[in-house]
């Protein structure tokens, strides 16, 4: 099997080929400092604004509220962290969800350790975040609710409009982790009370390197890089102006595609879906089935071990995840799926596809066919397969 067929868009994507070739010139040619005062400069410091123009658009926000930072981690801890700094005379509490990824919570657990408090919100079977028990979780002393838009491991959008019109009403910031929404979903700052936004290049065909927080205006966060003036001294370091170029290439693209791309992701993800759920016994969809990002699919299936679904299914060319990338290594289950109320053994048989454009009806059969085969081979190896089968026989039997 030569042909990789690519299914882990959500962990990172390819930079695509006019990303890199927008970005080339700005490594040879216009190399300059965009601090500097000569021309050479002025073309990079031109450069940098065409891309906060560009992504500032793209959310219906302004120009001067967008910051670019080394990546979506970046994003989140700037945006948790300096918030409850800045805002710390008016209360300690933020209010977040179990499945946020873990560049929110683990910068929860870091503020937990120093003094603020956290309520982690729980989701529904479908990953749905309880409004009811979002709104009845906020104090006097609650400063910022962080939501993220989608998740990237199950693919469920929140109800974002509602989470933003409840912080709204009680005069919270809201701040929301958009990585995997971001050039997939249409996001308008002030439609959805946005205060704060976190995106990053390389989930949407950028570079890897850089992201941005939006933050709106009259937020008063404070510097979290300390050093020079760039950014509007909100965010120190000589600017990656490579990443930069790319980055707004790779979100003008995405936003010209979005449209068509995603209705294609929709319908062949459907197919995967309505195939392995059809076709393969004990399995269950993870996540909402409409709710759901258009190129995610997250799969269990009963009595395997999902690492070694992977490793077979990497054996005929297709590269999945069985949760994200961040915990594999790991062995305990996935937060996410233990927060929709999967118990270990299910959570651990899971599976994770997630789409591109460039994924066609035949790589989608395809990759059914080989998860079939593969899930009926461990499962022929599998000793609780063998005794279930056992039992339930008995059990007709009587
Ligand atoms: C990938 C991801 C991040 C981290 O972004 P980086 O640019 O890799 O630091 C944060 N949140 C979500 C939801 C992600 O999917």
């Given at each position: 099997?030569?042909k990789?067929i690519y299914?882990d ?11 890199v ?10 190399y300059?400092n965009?601090s500097?005062?000569y021309e050479?400069s002025n ?7 065409n891309?906060?123009?560009?992504i500032?658009?793209?959310l219906?926000a302004?120009a001067?509220?967008?910051y670019?930072t080394a990546?979506?981690?970046e994003a ?5 962290i300096?918030?409850?700094e800045?805002?710390k005379?008016?209360g300690n509490?933020i209010?977040t969800?179990?499945i946020e990824?873990?560049?929110?919570l ?6 937990e ?8 919100v729980?989701v529904d ?9 979002l ?9 910022l609710i962080?939501?993220m ?5 199950i ?5 974002i ?6 912080a709204?009403?009680h ?7 958009a990585?995997?929404?971001?050039g997939?979903l ?9 205060d704060?936004l976190s995106?990053?290049g390389h989930?949407?065909?950028g570079?890897k390197?850089?992201?941005?927080l939006y ?7 404070g510097?979290?890089?300390h050093?020079?003036a760039?950014e509007r ?9 490579p990443g930069?170029?790319g980055?707004?290439?790779a979100v003008e ?9 995603t ?8 197919l995967l879906i ?6 393969i ?9 409409t ?9 269990s299936f009963q ?8 490793i077979m299914?990497?054996?005929?060319g297709?590269c999945g995840?069985?949760g ?5 290594g790991s062995?305990?289950p ?6 929709i109320g ?7 048989g ?7 454009e ?5 790589d989608i059969?395809?990759?059914v ?6 899930v009926e ?9 063998e005794?279930?089968?056992k039992n ?7």
């Amino acid at each position: 099997m030569d042909k990789k067929i690519y299914l882990d868009n959500a962990a990172t994507t390819p930079t695509r080929p006019a990303v890199v070739e927008a970005m080339l010139p700005y490594f040879t040619e216009f190399y300059g400092n965009p601090s500097s005062v000569y021309e050479l400069s002025n073309v990079c410091k031109k450069a940098i604004v065409n891309s906060r123009e560009t992504i500032a658009k793209s959310l219906g926000a302004d120009a001067a509220e967008i910051y670019f930072t080394a990546g979506g981690s970046e994003a989140d801890n700037w945006a948790l962290i300096s918030t409850c700094e800045a805002y710390k005379a008016k209360g300690n509490h933020i209010i977040t969800s179990k499945i946020e990824h873990h560049a929110v919570l683990h910068t929860c657990e870091y503020l937990e350790k120093n003094g603020f408090e956290v309520t982690y919100v729980d989701v529904d079977e479908n990953g749905l975040i309880k409004l009811g028990e979002l709104e009845a979780a906020i104090r006097p002393t609650t400063i910022l609710i962080s939501v993220m838009f989608a998740n990237n491991e199950i693919g469920t959008i929140q109800p974002i409009k509602e989470i933003g019109e409840i912080a709204k009403k009680h005069d919270i910031l809201f701040h929301t982790d958009a990585v995997q929404a971001y050039g997939q979903l249409p996001i308008n700052v002030d439609e959805y009370h946005i205060d704060m936004l976190s995106a990053s290049g390389h989930k949407l065909n950028g570079p890897k390197g850089i992201g941005f927080l939006y933050i709106r205006k009259g937020v008063k966060i404070g510097s979290y890089i300390h050093g020079g003036a760039q950014e509007r001294h909100r965010r120190a370091g000589t600017e990656n102006v490579p990443g930069i170029v790319g980055f707004g290439k790779a979100v003008e693209i995405a936003m010209e595609t979005m449209k068509e791309r995603t209705e294609k992701e929709v319908e062949l993800r459907d197919l995967l879906i309505n195939r392995i759920v059809k076709e393969i016994p004990y399995t269950r969809l993870n996540g909402h089935r409409t709710k759901r990002l258009p190129n995610n699919a997250n799969f269990s299936f009963q009595f395997i071990e999902g690492e070694s679904l992977l490793i077979m299914l990497d054996m005929q060319g297709i590269c999945g995840s069985s949760g994200s990338a961040c915990t594999s290594g790991s062995l305990d289950p996935s937060h996410v799926l233990l927060s929709i109320g999967l118990p270990h053994e299910i959570a651990h048989g899971s599976l994770r596809l997630t789409l591109s454009e460039d994924i066609t009806e035949e790589d989608i059969n395809y990759v059914v066919d080989r998860v079939k085969e593969i899930v009926e081979r461990l499962r022929s190896m599998s000793p609780l397969y063998e005794d279930y089968l056992k039992n339930n026989q008995n059990r007709n039997n009587v």
